[in-house]
């Protein structure tokens, strides 16, 4: 049973920055394939980025390329999101997630596993 807790949210001014991290207990193997994804106040949940367990290869929606990183130490287990130059339109609930496999359908990032989520919340 993978099971993923985020910390690392909270209040910030428009062009701060803030690094959310996920610690993800189970198994969690070399395929398996890590993500962000966040859901703002009556929106859907919009994906935000991805990265192979193994290879360490990255993905991002073109919106938030050059602002936002993913990054992961798979020795702790924990994966981690930079996010630089944050704007208002980034305050949303960050979740983190995992897959078996890096697998996008129809366009959409799949995830089996989920966490609770951490609030981020940006002022102008």
């Known amino acids: 049973q993978v099971q993923l807790m985020e910390s690392g949210g909270g209040s910030v001014q428009a062009g701060g920055s803030l690094r959310l991290s996920c610690s993800a207990s189970?198994?969690?193997?070399?395929?398996?394939?890590m993500g962000w994804v966040r859901q703002a106040p009556g929106e859907a949940r919009e994906w935000v980025a991805s990265?192979?367990?193994?290879?360490?290869?990255?993905y991002y929606a073109d919106s938030l390329k050059g602002r936002f990183t993913i990054s992961q130490d798979n020795p702790k287990n924990t994966l981690y999101l930079q996010m630089n130059n944050l704007k208002p339109e980034d305050t949303a609930m960050y979740y983190c997630?995992?897959?078996?496999?890096?697998?996008?359908?129809?366009?959409?990032?799949?995830?089996?596993?989920w966490g609770q989520g951490t609030q981020v919340t940006v002022s102008s």
């Open positions: 189970g198994y969690i193997g070399g395929s398996y394939c």
């Open positions: 990265i192979h367990r193994g290879s360490g290869d990255t």
């Open positions: 997630a995992a897959n078996p496999e890096c697998t996008v359908l129809g366009g959409s990032w799949q995830f089996a596993h």
